[in-house]
């Protein structure tokens, strides 16, 4: 081999070393993920500041995806400057030491039982579910698979309200902590945010992710492992510094970042969770680091408590943002309720009861008598659509009893068309023709009696009693739609309102036959055709639901 040849070889080999570490020795983090950032800000080696750097040096050394940072106030101006920036954000009263931020909070002063729970409040997102809910199911893989793979410092936990007590409770907790009246499953409470319900999973993805990007950043690129940090570990008795030199928590497993001289590092503005811009571009004035704080933390947050729109929040020209959802909800309530209010089984009752009455010839009198029957007999069926409510509500209606409503609705809807093509052959659901003498003998009696008190009592009782009795005959409709309504998971007031709402659906036929008889004085009857066309009817709806229940109940939310 030449000279020339051993030269050059010699002169590669130099070359080669003194490259760059080839890329993959530094490995990027995944692209779509992004960590989440505490700043710690700690004084010297102060009593309440070595306890608060130990704790949360043993909670979170290992937490992956999460950069905890420790500012010592005492010896760094731009730490200083940093913390007194957070105060002014964050409009803290009595400023104290130690200091935590993090997830769009801000933790002073340090309590060794309270602090610890807040902080990992802070980092983990609670999900708020309810076992047979259609939404949740759908919202799952969304939340435990696709958001908490970005945001891996963070602790994604499910809380069935349906199964456990304690969810429950926090479920109200959370909703009255930030002013949701109408709190529905699913629900999410992250960053002192909380996001009430589900739309799709592109949308719903897009407003959860805005809210924890709000509070993370881009994940530097996390050290291979085996490969030393840029900064030498140095005991506390080699350093030049009294002061403590804080360590850089990263990724996994612990970091330590400082100086060869013991010398606090620079805080990565850059990379802190970035708060509102300041008003001025003067420097603020210099300010001294604070005492330290110890027992109850005092909690800030960058903004009031507000919940977040619901994912089905639409905005409509001149009308602003409304809850399309609780559009459809009322027009279907009145639909399935005029539906229900065109019952034979009831209809037929009140149809006789007015040709009776048509007899007195007196408009106030049949009036007060009728219109009498008709509420006592909403009110009635108001109280039996709220026992199957809270039947419902009780089961939480899990997949079992939406097998069994979903047959039940199939059977009766079968029966009443049925009843369309063979009236009363077979089993059919209308009034027993034994039951039917003593009711026509009521209906004489309240006709026949002395005063107007009597015949409105008369026609209380009379309401009631065929209310029991047509029990079968219109279950169907009201076991269908308090089902339907449990899916929707509202709260007391706003179910009941719904019920309500039903009512008067299912009045509104009763009460516009009985201003037609007030007001023509005639006689009506329901014939057997008529009745037939209503079973066929209501018998189709309930058979619709029914298999909607059966094999799509996520239609019905």
Not at 114 to 129: D, G, I, M, N, S
Not at 264 to 290: C, F, G, H, K
Not at 318 to 330: C, Y
Not at 365 to 388: D, Q, R
Request: neutral net charge.
């Amino acid at each position: 081999m030449s000279r020339v040849t051993v030269r050059f070889v010699a002169f590669a080999l130099a070359a080669a070393m003194a490259l760059p570490m080839p890329a993959d020795e530094r490995r990027p983090a995944p692209a779509e993920a992004r960590c989440a950032t505490m700043e710690v800000f700690v004084t010297g080696d102060a009593e309440l500041s070595r306890a608060a750097r130990e704790a949360i040096t043993t909670d979170y050394a290992d937490r992956k995806g999460l950069r905890v940072t420790f500012h010592d106030v005492a010896a760094s101006e731009q730490a200083l400057d940093r913390y007194w920036e957070l105060i002014d954000h964050y409009k803290v009263a009595k400023p104290g030491l130690p200091a935590v931020h993090v997830s769009g909070q801000f933790e002073v002063g340090w309590d060794s039982k309270r602090t610890p729970e807040r902080l990992k409040q802070a980092l983990t997102v609670e999900v708020f579910t309810r076992q047979g809910c259609p939404r949740c199911r759908d919202a799952h893989p969304v939340l435990f698979e696709r958001l908490a793979a970005r945001y891996p410092a963070y602790e994604f936990v499910e809380r069935d309200t349906a199964r456990s007590a304690e969810a429950a409770k926090r479920f109200q907790e959370v909703a009255q902590q930030h002013r949701v009246q109408a709190a529905s499953v699913p629900a999410v409470h992250m960053c002192r945010k909380f996001l009430v319900g589900f739309q799709n999973a592109e949308t719903s993805f897009r407003q959860w992710d805005a809210v924890l990007k709000e509070a993370t950043i881009e994940c530097p690129p996390e050290p291979a492992p085996g490969k030393e940090t840029s900064g030498q570990r140095t005991s506390r008795s080699d350093s030049r510094s009294s002061t403590w030199t804080p360590p850089l928590l990263w990724a996994v497993g612990l970091a330590i970042a400082q100086s060869e001289t013991g010398a606090e590092p620079p805080v990565d503005l850059e990379r802190a969770t970035p708060v509102s811009e300041p008003e001025s571009d003067a420097p603020p004035p210099r300010r001294r680091p604070p005492p330290e704080t110890a027992g109850d933390s005092e909690r800030q947050e960058a903004r009031a408590p507000t919940s977040a729109d619901a994912p089905d929040v639409v905005t409509v020209p001149w009308l602003g943002d409304i809850r399309w959802r609780d559009w459809g909800m009322p027009a279907f309530t009145l639909a399935v309720g005029l539906i229900d209010g065109f019952n034979p089984c009831a209809m037929w009752v009140l149809l006789f009861l007015l040709s009776v009455l048509v007899n007195l010839r007196d408009r106030w009198k049949i009036l007060a008598v009728a219109g009498t029957f008709v509420v006592i007999s909403g009110l009635a069926y108001l109280a039996f659509m709220a026992a199957w409510l809270n039947l419902f509500q009780l089961v939480s209606l899990v997949r079992p009893a939406q097998i069994a409503l979903g047959l039940l609705g199939i059977g009766i809807g079968s029966i009443h068309i049925k009843d369309f093509f063979a009236f009363h052959k077979g089993v059919s659901l209308s009034i027993p023709e034994s039951a039917k003498p003593r009711l026509y003998e009521r209906v004489r009696r309240i006709v026949g009696a002395r005063t107007l008190w009597a015949a409105i009592l008369g026609a209380s009782v009379l309401a009631v009693l065929v209310n029991i009795v047509e029990l079968l005959c219109t279950a169907g409709l009201p076991a269908m739609y308090t089902g339907i309504l449990t899916l929707q998971d509202y709260p007391v007031w706003k179910n009941y309102a719904f019920l309500l709402l039903y009512i008067l659906g299912y009045m509104f036929d009763d009460a516009l036959m009985v201003s037609v008889v007030v007001v023509t004085l005639g006689r009506h009857k329901l014939q057997e055709r008529g009745g037939r066309i209503l079973k066929l009817i209501s018998g189709g709806v309930i058979l619709t639901l029914g298999v909607l229940m059966l094999f799509k109940p996520e239609w019905l939310v």
